[in-house]
């Protein structure tokens, strides 16, 4: 096993590992980013290092700079959370080329599974249901039209190398094809440097239910059961549970076993989730496979008392998984609340500012994974999401008990949070009933929400007000506690004294 982990990232996943590093005995390193040199991980680590300054392109996505450090420590691997480097290929490379263990699978599996088409020829070579359609790249317009027509309206236009809802296009007719293709590339230009399109069938108001699977590197390939994540507003996840009130057990023996044959036709090492899309009619449909631990973990965690990182961390120094498929035992029922500095009042605009005082919940079938405390100041520069609020029980009635009676508990001041939201959604009828689809939020919930967001100008004028409030706020932090500012060079730990507005800073 590793004596020493880098931890390639910040926030609450950042914080999830390195407790896990500190339960095996591994010595945990912090990078951060001038941004975060208070933050939570920094203190939790053993040791921390600063990478540059808060835009994530100049540290936590700079591959030479955190593979040289990782090397420079005697770190043997790097695990990379979720988001920033945790499914770029370059990255798993460089580590393999600088002889750092990546936490993750090799470069070529992460390779293959980005490229949305070459996944779906895979999974079509080993048997496994894909949305009908998506053969081949698309050029000209007749090409187009001729396979929306084999295929049959209405079609999903996508990008190969898309994600996250990028490049997506819902077509329903012949007249709509040539704007959605326009759209469709250039979006998928810009974001992914990789303009290639192709068509499905659409498939109309799914489900979206995931697997998430562990390989070793001996061959042993399993699931550990599903999370229904359909309770999501523009691609951004809400709300996760498990299990999902769509599956009957048949249904999901057959998907636990198509995410396995997933898995192993794509050459998978490490944890991993395949996604699937669920039609009115119970059909399900490789969606994709995602390369990483994701935000949501910790509901499977809940539900099969498998610490999914400790799982992570073993496969990835080369011993086997710790249980075989038979071990794997689904008790009770787990649900997730993504808690983010956004307010679901106002569109959910980004909420930044300092947490004035706060409160967390805690108490039976109750987990908090969260990087805030009193007086973090929300940084800008990153994901909203500051907390991750979940709750077991032995049924999906108590676990949803407990998530309003967790939710009441929990007090955030000084910034907006999606909380409101979230004990609205545990009310509601539908949510309660287990009947919605990826279109509740938009829908049912929150219908008129729709037509509020703000214009690209609103946001970019409203984001630069933030970052100047911002850096006005670092620099009076940083003349209150004495450390000199940004102006500290080279790999050093921030000062053990360090306070923010009168407060002591917890540091070990
Ligand atoms: C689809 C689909 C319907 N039909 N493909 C959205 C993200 C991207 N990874 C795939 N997505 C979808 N692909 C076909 N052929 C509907 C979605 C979709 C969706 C999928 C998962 C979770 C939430 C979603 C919300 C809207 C649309």
């Not at 300054?53 to 996505?61: M, R």
């Not at 004990?423 to 929400?449: C, H, I, L, Q, W």
Request: with cysteine.
């Amino acid at each position: 096993m590793f004596t020493k982990v880098l931890v390639a990232n910040r926030g609450e996943i950042a914080v999830r590992v390195i407790r896990a590093l500190e339960e095996m005995g591994i010595e945990s390193v912090a990078i951060y980013s001038d941004a975060d040199r208070t933050a939570r991980h920094v203190r939790f680590a053993d040791e921390a290092y600063r990478i540059g300054p808060p835009l994530p392109a100049k540290s936590y996505l700079c591959i030479d700079a955190i593979v040289e450090l990782a090397r420079k420590v005697g770190a043997e691997a790097i695990h990379p959370g979720y988001g920033f480097l945790a499914e770029n290929a370059n990255f798993a490379r460089a580590c393999e080329e600088a002889g750092v263990v990546f936490i993750g699978p090799d470069s070529r599996t992460i390779a293959l599974v980005g490229d949305k088409m070459e996944a779906r020829k895979t999974m079509v070579a080993a048997g496994i249901p894909v949305v009908p359609g998506g053969d081949r790249p698309l050029s000209s317009a007749e090409e187009i039209v001729a396979e929306a027509e084999r295929i049959g309206f209405p079609v999903m236009m996508k990008a190969a190398a898309g994600g996250g809802g990028k490049g997506m296009r819902i077509v329903r007719d012949v007249s709509g094809l040539a704007a959605a293709a326009k759209a469709a590339r250039s979006e998928a230009g810009s974001a992914f440097a990789d303009d290639r399109i192709y068509l499905e069938k659409l498939i109309e108001n799914p489900r979206h239910v995931e697997f998430q699977i562990m390989a070793d590197s001996h061959g042993h390939v399993v699931h550990l059961g599903e999370r229904e994540c359909s309770i999501q507003r523009r691609h951004q996840k809400l709300v996760e549970e498990s299990p999902s009130v769509a599956l009957t057990p048949s249904l999901r023996a057959k998907m636990g076993e198509a995410a396995v044959a997933a898995a192993r036709a794509s050459a998978y090492t490490n944890a991993g989730t395949v996604e699937f899309l669920l039609d009115k009619n119970r059909e399900f449909y490789f969606l994709e496979i995602n390369a990483r631990l994701q935000v949501e973990h910790p509901v499977t965690e809940l539900v099969t008392g498998i610490d999914l990182v400790r799982e992570q961390l073993r496969v990835a120094s080369g011993e086997k998984l710790s249980f075989t498929q038979l071990d794997v035992v689904n008790r009770g029922a787990a649900i997730e609340c993504r808690i983010c500095a956004e307010d679901p009042e106002n569109n959910f605009f980004p909420s930044t500012g300092v947490v004035e005082r706060m409160r967390e919940p805690g108490g039976p079938g109750v987990r908090v994974d969260s990087c805030i405390f009193m007086g973090y100041d929300v940084p800008i520069y990153y994901d909203p999401l500051i907390s991750k609020l979940l709750t077991w029980g032995k049924t999906r009635e108590e676990a949803i008990e407990r998530m309003q009676r967790a939710l009441s508990e929990y007090i955030i001041e000084g910034i907006k949070t999606t909380i409101p939201f979230h004990k609205a959604v545990m009310e509601s009828d539908a949510f309660r009933e287990g009947e919605f689809d990826t279109g509740f939020v938009d829908e049912v919930f929150f219908p008129n929400y729709a037509g509020r967001t703000p214009s690209a100008p609103e946001i970019a004028a409203i984001a630069a007000a933030l970052i100047a409030d911002s850096e006005r706020a670092q620099h009076k932090r940083e003349c209150a506690d004495g450390s000199g500012g940004s102006g500290r060079s080279g790999w050093k730990h921030p000062p053990g004294t360090a306070t923010w507005g009168g407060w002591q800073l917890h540091q070990k």
